[in-house]
């Protein structure tokens, strides 16, 4: 449970949901890390609840100025960059149809163009440390398409390619790129209208592990991407999903499971 010690990480949308599953596992690995997110109360109260291993800092991802600022604040307390977690995002569910142009520009701007400052801008620091590590948090939704969320699917295919291209171009410069694809992780965004967790899972039947997952699934996860034990990874997706882009069933046939009562 300690392979991150001696890591610097920098944790976008860490301030609750998956980011802050990443930021708890990584700093039981071991790694200090900067906890960046638009919910400044609820970032600093996680970095307060961490003590010395955590800081928080305001951070749109949208703003190429707010990223050069986070960066370099963890420069400042940390001594050091060693992974970047593109994690922060946002989802609307509607059909193309009803999404105005507003919502089709912030799922761009946060779940796409996020990623991309944020990797442009990192490079120096991740390079000053020597390398390191660069995951992006894409999706289930960022393999196959669902309905309700097409520009949601598009960010997120788009950060699956921009993750691939980025290990190529920086792999030989010592920053491994991957990305995770999560299923349906239980957080306030995939369940805007706080459905209780024994109900959720009941709409998750259809996944092969019957249930949704937890922001602690996808720390596991990150926290495999950025240390040592993932050093071979390189343009890796690494689905974590129950199961759902395994394939489809055939629902009369054997083996399909079976709606809840
Ligand atoms: N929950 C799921 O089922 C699921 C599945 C697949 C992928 N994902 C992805 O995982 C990531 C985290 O999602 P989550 O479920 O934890 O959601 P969440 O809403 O619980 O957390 C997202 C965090 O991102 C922050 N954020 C939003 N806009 C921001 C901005 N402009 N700048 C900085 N921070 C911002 C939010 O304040 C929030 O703290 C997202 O990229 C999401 O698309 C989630």
Redesign the pocket.
Same mark, same amino acid.
């Given at each position: 449970m300690h392979r991150l010690t001696g890591k610097v990480a920098l944790v976008?949308?860490?301030?609750?949901?998956?980011? %802050?599953g990443i930021v708890r596992r990584f700093v039981a690995e071991g790694a200090r890390v900067m906890i960046? &997110?638009?919910?400044s109360a %609820?970032?600093a109260a996680l970095a307060a609840e961490l003590g010395e291993a955590a800081a928080f800092c305001a951070? &749109?991802?949208?703003d190429r100025g707010q990223w050069q600022a986070a960066l370099d604040a963890t420069e400042a307390r940390f001594g050091r960059l060693d992974v970047l977690v593109n @994690?922060?995002?946002?989802?609307v569910f509607k059909r193309l149809d009803d999404l105005t142009e507003a919502e089709i520009r912030r799922l761009v &701007?946060? @779940?796409l163009m996020?990623v991309i400052h944020g990797t442009q801008l990192a490079i120096p620091a991740l390079e000053r440390a020597g390398g390191g590590a660069i995951v992006n948090?894409?999706?289930? &939704?960022g393999i196959a398409g669902a309905n309700s969320l097409s520009v949601?699917c598009a960010t997120?295919f788009a950060v699956r390619g921009f993750s691939k291209a980025m290990a190529l171009e920086l792999g030989p410069r010592g920053i491994r790129v991957n990305s995770i694809?999560?299923?349906?992780?239980?957080?306030?965004?995939?369940n805007p209208t706080n459905v209780p967790r024994e109900l959720y899972d009941k709409g998750f039947w259809i996944y092969p592990a019957g249930r949704?997952?937890d922001?602690e699934d996808?720390g596991a996860a990150a926290a495999f991407l950025a240390s040592d034990d993932g050093k071979y990874c390189m343009g890796t997706e690494l689905a974590v999903d129950g199961g759902l882009n395994a394939g489809h069933y055939y629902m009369a046939m054997p083996g399909a499971p079976k709606p809840p009562a």
């Open positions: 976008t949308g860490g301030a609750r949901g998956i980011g %802050e960046t &997110d638009v919910l %609820e970032g951070h &749109d991802v949208t @994690n922060a995002g946002v989802i &701007d946060i @779940n996020g948090m894409s999706s289930a &939704d949601y997120k694809h999560p299923g349906g992780i239980f957080t306030p965004l995939a949704a997952g922001p996808i």
